[in-house]
């Protein structure tokens, strides 16, 4: 089959609990993007049981198509249906390009479809877009164009690679990222149980308070510089000068276990694109930075002057964060009082 036979941008849109997740809409919005330079359609693909409702919503988001499997043995996320039934939808209908939200679903369906449909994926990018490859041509190759570019950190994190898919489809990624209807298409595949099926005896929902940092308007983040869970409190406080802030952090934090994963700022965290973005003894590793760049201002705090979060800051203070942010806290705290 040729590679001409796929059209289409495809996006897996996540569901939990009957409800549809963020990375869903998000993918949506880049799905459009890159139909536009295609001159095609965006087609969301639904997985679930009882979920046709939520067609309409993503109808309302930009999507053109609406691609639902409707099953019983779908009613919870599992590796093995869930893969079944994507497969069966790519082999159907034949996307040229298939999007995944890097969420712990997504990494897990990610790869195990790719692997079934025979061709590559390329996890957690960062930006995606249509263009020519190899990007600049070379004397003797040939240089296909609107090909997918998926670009990544590579060598952990020491360098930026942009990959392509050029032999294969359909062209997959997972990715860290109203008023009108879209067609809904109900598509049944048959499932089929094997020793790859998983059995859930018991579903146990834990009942935390714990913030969308994504939803801040000034976010105060901690690296491995804050030295402690306990100095986290001097960013909370911090926070709390400004309306909307919360505090999050870096990998580092996570794994000493300042914080919880669900604060993690990065390429293995949450992209956040906040008014205003503290960097606090963070180094300024490209997979941080890839989740924070986009703020609208970024200060950091740091005591190396040659730390890298310094090169995509907008302001940069040098010195001891323990004094620093006490001081910066105490003026925002007077400025506030006097307004």
């Not at 390329?122 to 040939?142: R, S, V, W, Y």
């Not at 598509?187 to 094997?194: A, G, I, V």
Request: aromatic share 6%; with cysteine; hydrophobic share 40%.
């Amino acid at each position: 089959m040729g590679l001409e036979e796929y059209k289409g941008v495809f996006i897996y849109a996540q569901q939990v609990d009957n409800k549809l997740s963020d990375i869903a809409f998000e993918l949506v919005g880049k799905a459009k993007e890159l139909a536009a330079d295609l001159n095609t359609e965006v087609t969301a693909v639904l997985l679930g049981s009882n979920v046709k409702a939520l067609a309409t919503e993503l109808g309302e988001y930009g999507a053109d198509k609406v691609i639902v499997v409707d099953n019983p043995e779908l009613e919870t996320y599992r590796t093995e249906p869930y893969a079944q039934a994507l497969v069966s939808v790519i082999n159907e209908y034949k996307p040229e390009i298939m999007l995944v939200g890097a969420t712990a679903i997504g990494r897990d369906l990610g790869p195990t479809v790719s692997a079934r449909v025979k061709t590559g994926l390329t996890a957690d990018c960062t930006k995606l877009e249509i263009g020519d490859f190899p990007i600049n041509a070379m004397p003797g190759q040939e240089q296909k164009h609107n090909q997918l570019l998926m670009t990544r950190p590579a060598f952990g994190g020491n360098t930026i690679a942009t990959i392509a898919c050029p032999d294969n489809r359909p062209q997959m990624a997972t990715v860290r990222e109203a008023g009108r209807a879209a067609e809904v298409i109900e598509f049944n595949p048959t499932l089929e149980k094997n020793n790859r099926y998983v059995e859930i005896m018991d579903i146990v929902k834990a009942v935390g308070n714990v913030e969308n940092i994504m939803d801040a308007k000034v976010l105060v983040s901690g690296g491995r510089g804050v030295g402690s869970a306990e100095n986290f409190e001097m960013l909370r406080d911090l926070a709390s000068c400004f309306k909307g802030g919360m505090v999050s952090c870096s990998r580092a934090a996570v794994e000493n276990g300042w914080l919880a994963q669900d604060y993690q700022v990065g390429q293995t965290g949450k992209t956040v694109r906040p008014q205003i973005y503290f960097a606090i003894g963070i180094s300024g590793a490209i997979q941080h930075v890839a989740g924070m760049e986009e703020s609208d201002l970024i200060i950091a705090i740091n005591k190396d002057e040659d730390a890298p979060i310094f090169d995509v800051a907008d302001y940069g203070l040098v010195g001891d964060l323990k004094k620093i942010v006490p001081q910066l806290t105490a003026a925002l705290k007077e400025a506030n009082a006097d307004a």
